[in-house]
Structures are given as structure tokens and as C-alpha cells.
Nanobody, 117 residues
Framework: QVQLVESGGGLVQAGGSLRLSCAAS????????MGWSRQAPGKQRELVAR???????RYADSVKGRFTISRDNAKNTVYLQMNSLKPEDTAVYYC???????????WGQGTKVTVSS
């Protein structure tokens, strides 16, 4: 099993920035890709960003140019730098990890991000 613990959520004004962190523990060797998804009230969970162990990244169109995902393999931690935040970015953000570049096998508990207008 892999455990994922997120931190860094909170309340920020539109145009502001936040950085989310997610630390992985357990069967780390089984992880290839890590990433972030989010779920806004009344909406389905959606992919935000994903990064492979080799550093290949992909983003949702809605966050391209504003969010940056990065990974510290030595610390088993993935980060999401969120800039130019908008009210529509308000959601619970979930860290995830998978054995392949496209699989999601583990989820964190989520951290809430609220962007006020």
C-alpha cells in the first residue's frame, strides 16, 4: 500500500498563489506517476496535473500556464504550484499516484482550496 498526505490548501484571493504538497510513504517503489485531481461542489473529479517518475508532465487545459507540477523523487513528494488563481479553481484537491503513467491506484484525503473573488 501507498499512503499519500497532502498539505498546503487554504483560502486565497483571486490572483493569488498557493503551493500544495503531497508526501508518499509505504510501497514507494511501486509508484510511477503522481499527480493532482480536484473536485468542486456538485462536479465530477477532474485531472489537474500529472508527472511521471521521469518528469513527463501533463495538465488540464484550464490550468495550463498557471499551475506547475513538480516532483522530488528523493523526498517522495509531489508539489503543485498554483498561480493566478481564479474562483473557479475552488475545489478539494486530491493527490494521486499510480503504477503506470495513466493509472491511479492511490488517493490522498484531499486538501481544500478556496479562491475568493
Amino acid at each position: 500500500q501507498v499512503q499519500l498526505v497532502e498539505s498546503g490548501g487554504g483560502l486565497v484571493q483571486a490572483g493569488g498563489s498557493l503551493r500544495l504538497s503531497c508526501a508518499a510513504s509505504g510501497r514507494i517503489f511501486s509508484i510511477n506517476a503522481m499527480g493532482w485531481s480536484r473536485q468542486a461542489p456538485g462536479k465530477q473529479r477532474e485531472l489537474v496535473a500529472r508527472i511521471s517518475v521521469g518528469g513527463f508532465t501533463r495538465y488540464a487545459d484550464s490550468v495550463k500556464g498557471r499551475f506547475t507540477i513538480s516532483r522530488d523523487n528523493a523526498k517522495n513528494t509531489v508539489y503543485l504550484q498554483m498561480n493566478s488563481l481564479k474562483p473557479e479553481d475552488t475545489a478539494v484537491y486530491y493527490c494521486n499516484a499510480g503504477a503506470t503513467a495513466f493509472s491511479v491506484d492511490y488517493w490522498g484525503q484531499g486538501t481544500k482550496v478556496t479562491v475568493s473573488s
